[in-house]
Every structure is written in structure tokens, then in C-alpha cells.
């Protein structure tokens, strides 16, 4: 999508992509990755998600990169933490002890920023990006990320004709034939959805399944 559809949803609020607890994917599945606790995550398209606070919790430093300033000033706010703000290169950096977020496009972010990164959590950011500009966040993740660097992904899949993204649905054949040659990829889980999805079921979509992979960055 378009920074301005984006900014437009942050703008009225209309963020139902937002979770008001932590996923409890997130929550399942990250001890799989088997990181050390000092670990630094990496959190694309962080929005505002709570997520972001449970890994701080783990003990991980986080690393959002988050397009839209308002979502950033409401992550800080909302979870009653300071922050100081700096520049550097395109982005502002927010920081407060364990959650930095570089807000701006992630598309202008370098590896540089972010030499110390271990891991990686994309929820609802894989998915949030129509097919024609999926691989090119892909492949930008894939550059971000340091080799043997593990990170969980949750993607959505349902027939993409009857409901307009975004969310979009990835299927597993489109994450084994796209991001196969950057990462490893097992998948932990695929899950029936549909009933707790009112929207998708509102619109009568035939089914709607949730998967979490592990992905490793290949060397
Ligand atoms: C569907 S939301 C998901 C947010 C978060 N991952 C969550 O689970 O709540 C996608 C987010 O990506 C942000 N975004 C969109 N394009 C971006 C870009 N080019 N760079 C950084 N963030 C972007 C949007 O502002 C939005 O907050």
C-alpha cells in the first residue's frame, strides 16, 4: 500500500489491525526460537502492538520500524514509557531503555542501523503489503536482518477474490517459492480461523487459516 493509505487509517483511527493483548502466537511459539534473552529483536511494521512489550519483558531489546509518527507517539504514551527522539539518516528515533522504533519507511532503513539484531517478528507487516509489492518487502527484510538471524512470521491466507485486502492472503506456496532462497522456513502451525474473524466471516469469505513459521536468515 501507499504511505498515504496508511497515514489516512492512523489519522482516523481506524485500526483494527491492532490487537489490544499480546498475540498469543507470539506468545506459543517464541520460546521455539530458543533465543537468548538479551537478544535484539526486530519488529517491521511494529505499529503500536503490544507484542513489542511482551518481548521487552523477555528481557529482548526491540527494534521497531514503524512508518507512521502518531502510531509511534501512541506506542510510547499508551504504555506510559519516556522516550527521547534523535535523528538519524531518514528516520526519527524514538528510544526509551529496551524499545527503540525507527519511524519512517522501512524501504529507507539500512542494515547498518541495526548491526546487532538476532531475531526478527513479523506479524500482519508480510501480510500487509499487496502481492505486487510483497517480494520487494521480502527481499528488504532479507537485507536487514543478519545471516542465521531467526525470526516468526504469521501470515494469513483465504481466497483473496471475495475480500479486499489488506490483509492479504499469502499461502504457504507463495512463502516456499518467495522467501526460500533468503531464509529456512518450517512452518509451526496452520489453524482454522474463520470464527473469530467477524469481518471475514461478515463478508461470507469460505475460510480463513493462520500460519506461524519459523524463518532462519541463510548465510
Ligand atoms: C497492518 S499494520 C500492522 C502493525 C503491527 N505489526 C501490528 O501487528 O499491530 C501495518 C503497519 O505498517 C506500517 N507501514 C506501512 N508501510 C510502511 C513502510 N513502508 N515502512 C514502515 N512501516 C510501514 C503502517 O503504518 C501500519 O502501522
Known amino acids: 500500500m501507499q504511505p498515504s493509505f496508511w497515514h489516512d487509517k492512523w489519522d482516523a483511527q481506524q485500526v483494527g489491525f491492532h490487537l489490544s493483548a499480546v498475540n498469543p502466537l507470539l506468545v506459543k511459539y517464541w520460546p521455539q526460537l530458543e533465543l537468548d534473552a538479551n537478544a535484539q529483536v526486530f519488529v517491521p ?5 503490544l507484542d513489542m512489550c511482551f518481548l521487552a519483558e523477555q528481557g529482548h531489546e526491540v527494534l521497531g520500524c514503524e512508518l507512521n509518527e502518531l502510531a509511534v507517539q501512541q506506542f510510547y504514551r499508551e504504555n506510559e ?3 527521547d527522539i534523535s535523528t538519524l ?12 522504533i525507527y519511524q519512517g519507511d522501512i524501504f529507507s532503513l539500512d542494515a547498518a542501523e541495526m548491526p546487532n539484531t538476532q531475531a526478527f517478528y513479523d506479524r500482519a507487516a508480510l501480510i500487509a503489503w499487496p502481492e505486487e509489492m510483497r517480494s520487494a518487502y521480502a527481499r528488504q ?3 536487514l536482518v543478519p545471516a542465521n538471524s531467526t525470526g516468526l512470521l504469521i501470515t494469513l491466507d483465504y481466497p483473496q477474490a471475495e475480500l479486499n485486502g489488506p490483509p492479504f492472503a499469502v ?5 516456499q517459492a518467495n522467501l526460500a532462497t533468503d531464509f529456512e522456513i518450517e512452518r509451526l502451525s496452520s489453524e482454522d480461523v474463520l470464527s473469530e474473524n467477524p469481518r ?3 463478508k461470507q469469505v469460505s ?8 524463518l532462519i536468515r541463510k548465510g
Do not use: P
Open 89 to 100: 539518516a531518514e528516520h526519527q528515533r524514538f528510544h526509551t531503555e529496551q524499545v527503540t
Open 141 to 143: 527484510l532479507a537485507k
Open 81 to 83: 514509557l519516556a522516550f
Open 200 to 202: 471475514f466471516v461478515n
Open 171 to 175: 499461502s504457504d506456496d507463495w512463502v
Open 45 to 49: 511494521l511494529c505499529g503500536k502492538s
Open 207 to 214: 475460510w480463513l487459516t493462520e500460519s506461524v513459521y519459523k
